[in-house]
């Protein structure tokens, strides 16, 4: 069994500092290292969403750092830096403060969602930094191409008023809607919510916070660095169960082929699940993370 994680918390500036859930091997290694893990959250997540899959991965020999992005959970909530440069400069200080720049050994960052598009442009602007990207259900997305304006796109995509409700009422909620997600995802989605002393939730990223991001988000063409991604990139993306899902899901499978066609070296692995596959199905996507760090999907002819 893995040791319990721990929090770290690393300067990113001189006034931010992010909390990184550390998951570390039961014991070191006996041959190869196997490669470390930076995990990233989506929009209004948090580390603790990553949990399930960072224990199998510790199991597996792996040390995993699970961040919560500035803004969101036990990170400092400054007024500004939610671009994509700040973003991504904030990860770098991470993999800094963690000793990750052996050229040899660098690490898989994987990006869920928001936190996808976060990983994409980390890996375009910092290419001497990280091995490989595992992109979950994101890293594809470009809201100016599902919605037809920002507006539009505003009033679809805005969080819903959660502050005020006992957090009783949200975990209820979550576990009704939720009965085949295991425990860590449940309790990693709960940790999107501050518990207040009167027993209500709030959401650990504001609104002000959310709909920044959200801008940037519509701002943001990540089909415009692709070509600049010569490393392995593996897409886990999820579809519905009963069938696709109308426009929505028409415009995410063309942004995933498109992907596809454009990516140097690319794998996409859909599955039957929520948008949260991370939190769903962590043995399943640990056990794909774990393969593009030994070969197995991406052989050694192919990451040349």
Request: charged share 20%; with cysteine.
């Given at each position: 069994?893995?040791?319990?994680?721990?929090?770290?918390?690393?300067?990113?500036?001189?006034?931010?500092?992010?909390?990184?859930?550390?998951?570390?091997?039961?014991?070191?290694?006996?041959?190869?290292?196997?490669?470390?893990?930076?995990?990233?959250?989506?929009?209004?997540?948090?580390?603790?969403?990553?949990?399930?899959?960072?224990?199998?991965?510790?199991?597996?020999?792996?040390?995993?750092?699970?961040?919560?992005?500035?803004?969101?959970?036990?990170?400092?909530?400054?007024?500004?830096?939610?671009?994509?440069?700040?973003?991504?400069?904030?990860?770098?200080?991470?993999?800094?403060?963690?000793?990750?720049?052996?050229?040899?050994?660098?690490?898989?960052?994987?990006?869920?969602?928001?936190?996808?598009?976060?990983?994409?442009?980390?890996?375009?602007?910092?290419?001497?930094?990280?091995?490989?990207?595992?992109?979950?259900?994101?890293?594809?997305?470009?809201?100016?191409?599902?919605?037809?304006?920002?507006?539009?796109?505003?009033?679809?995509?805005?969080?819903?008023?959660?502050?005020?409700?006992?957090?009783?009422?949200?975990?209820?909620?979550?576990?009704?809607?939720?009965?085949?997600?295991?425990?860590?995802?449940?309790?990693?989605?709960?940790?999107?919510?501050?518990?207040?002393?009167?027993?209500?939730?709030?959401?650990?990223?504001?609104?002000?916070?959310?709909?920044?991001?959200?801008?940037?988000?519509?701002?943001?063409?990540?089909?415009?660095?692709?070509?600049?991604?010569?490393?392995?990139?593996?897409?886990?993306?999820?579809?519905?169960?009963?069938?696709?899902?109308?426009?929505?899901?028409?415009?995410?499978?063309?942004?995933?082929?498109?992907?596809?066609?454009?990516l140097a070296r690319c794998r996409v692995h859909w599955m039957d699940g929520d948008h949260d596959l991370h939190a769903q199905h962590p043995a399943w996507v640990a056990k794909l993370i774990h393969d593009t760090t030994t070969g197995s999907l991406f052989p050694s002819a192919d990451r040349a």
């Open positions: 069994m893995s040791p319990p994680a721990s929090e770290v918390r690393v300067a990113v500036s001189r006034r931010v500092e992010l909390a990184v859930r550390l998951h570390l091997p039961p014991e070191p290694a006996a041959g190869a290292v196997p490669a470390p893990v930076l995990a990233v959250h989506g929009l209004a997540s948090n580390a603790r969403l990553w949990d399930g899959v960072a224990e199998k991965l510790a199991a597996a020999g792996h040390t995993v750092a699970a961040v919560d992005q500035r803004g969101h959970g036990r990170s400092d909530k400054p007024g500004d830096g939610y671009d994509y440069a700040t973003l991504t400069a904030d990860l770098v200080a991470v993999l800094d403060h963690l000793g990750w720049d052996d050229p040899s050994h660098l690490p898989v960052v994987a990006g869920q969602s928001w936190g996808a598009n976060v990983a994409v442009e980390l890996a375009a602007r910092h290419v001497q930094r990280v091995a490989a990207l595992v992109l979950v259900d994101g890293g594809t997305i470009e809201l100016s191409e599902r919605f037809a304006d920002w507006p539009t796109c505003e009033a679809a995509l805005a969080p819903p008023a959660i502050s005020g409700t006992p957090f009783t009422r949200v975990e209820r909620w979550l576990r009704t809607t939720h009965p085949d997600w295991p425990a860590a995802g449940i309790e990693g989605t709960l940790a999107n919510l501050e518990k207040m002393p009167d027993g209500t939730a709030r959401p650990w990223l504001s609104r002000p916070h959310h709909m920044t991001i959200l801008r940037h988000m519509w701002d943001h063409h990540p089909s415009g660095r692709w070509a600049d991604l010569a490393l392995p990139v593996l897409i886990l993306a999820a579809q519905d169960p009963g069938g696709p899902g109308g426009r929505f899901d028409a415009a995410k499978r063309e942004e995933v082929d498109r992907a596809a066609r454009s």
